[in-house]
T-cell receptor, first 114, second 112 residues
C-alpha cells in the first residue's frame, strides 16, 4: 500500500529556476514529514522536515509548504543549482520520540541544467 | 564525529545463501532502523531496533531478521536469498527521543 505519493518522477530545471516536488499522504496519523536528498551511491541525507502544525518552513533555498486539510506537502528549491541534481524523497512518519517507521515516497530525480 | 557506518559496501551472493550486514550508528544514537531500497525506488522499512529488541517491523518475511548489540550496533540477516532481494540495504540511526533518522551509505547486495 503506497501511503505517500510523490510527483513528478523526474524534473529538469534550468539553473536559477525553482524546482517543485509534490507529495500526498493518506494516513492522518502521520506527524512528521521529512525530505531527503540522495546522490548516486550514497544514503539519503535529511534536507528539511516539518510537522503538521506548521504551514511552511524555510531553510536557506529550501522551503516546505504543508496543507494539512488537503493532506499534501511540497518542497520548493529556489535558485536551483547544478549541485542540487539528485533524487529527492518525501517521507512521513508517526509516533514521536524515535519510535517510528518512516514511509518514503517513490522519489523525484532532479536535474538542474546550466 | 563519524556518521553511520555500514559494512560491507558491496556483496555478491547466490540464491539460497544467507547474508549478514552490519551497521554502526552515530555516536549517542540508540535506535537503529533498516531499510531496503530497490533500484529506482524509495527505501522500504524493514524493522527497527531499540534496547536490543525489535520494536517495529515492516512487511518483510521472517527470512529477514536482525539483532542489536549492547553498544547499539546492529546486524541484518537475510536467509534463503532470492533474486528479488538484490537491493541497497540502508541503516539509519536516531538519538534518544528524536524522530530524525540519519542514514548510512548502504550495502549494495546482488543476488545471482
Amino acid at each position: 500500500q503506497q501511503q505517500v505519493k510523490q510527483s513528478p518522477q523526474s524534473l529538469i530545471v534550468q539553473k536559477g529556476g525553482i524546482s517543485i516536488i509534490n507529495c500526498a499522504y493518506e494516513n492522518t496519523a502521520f506527524d512528521y514529514f521529512p525530505w531527503y536528498q540522495q546522490f548516486p551511491g550514497k544514503g539519503p541525507a535529511l534536507l528539511i522536515a516539518i510537522r503538521p502544525d506548521v504551514s511552511e518552513k524555510k531553510e536557506g533555498r529550501f522551503t516546505i509548504s504543508f496543507n494539512k486539510s488537503a493532506k499534501q506537502f511540497s518542497l520548493h528549491i529556489m535558485d536551483s543549482q547544478p549541485g542540487d541534481s539528485a533524487t529527492y524523497f518525501c517521507a512521513a512518519s508517526k509516533g514521536g520520540g524515535g519510535y517510528q517507521k518512516v514511509t518514503f515516497g517513490t522519489g523525484t530525480k532532479l536535474q538542474v541544467i546550466p | 564525529d563519524a556518521g553511520v557506518t555500514q559494512s560491507p559496501t558491496h556483496l555478491i551472493k547466490t540464491r539460497g545463501q544467507q547474508v549478514t550486514l552490519r551497521c554502526s550508528p552515530k555516536s549517542g544514537h540508540d535506535t537503529v532502523s533498516w531499510y531496503q531500497q530497490a533500484l529506482g525506488q524509495g527505501p522500504q522499512f524493514i524493522f527497527q531496533y531499540y534496547e536490543e529488541e525489535e520494536r517495529q517491523r515492516g512487511n518483510f518475511p521472517d527470512r529477514f531478521s536482525g539483532h542489536q548489540f549492547p553498544n547499539y550496533s546492529s546486524e541484518l540477516n537475510v536467509n534463503a536469498l532470492l533474486l528479488g532481494d538484490s537491493a541497497l540495504y540502508l541503516c539509519a540511526s536516531s538519538p534518544p527521543g528524536v524522530e530524525t533518522q540519519y542514514f548510512g551509505p548502504g550495502t549494495r547486495l546482488l543476488v545471482l
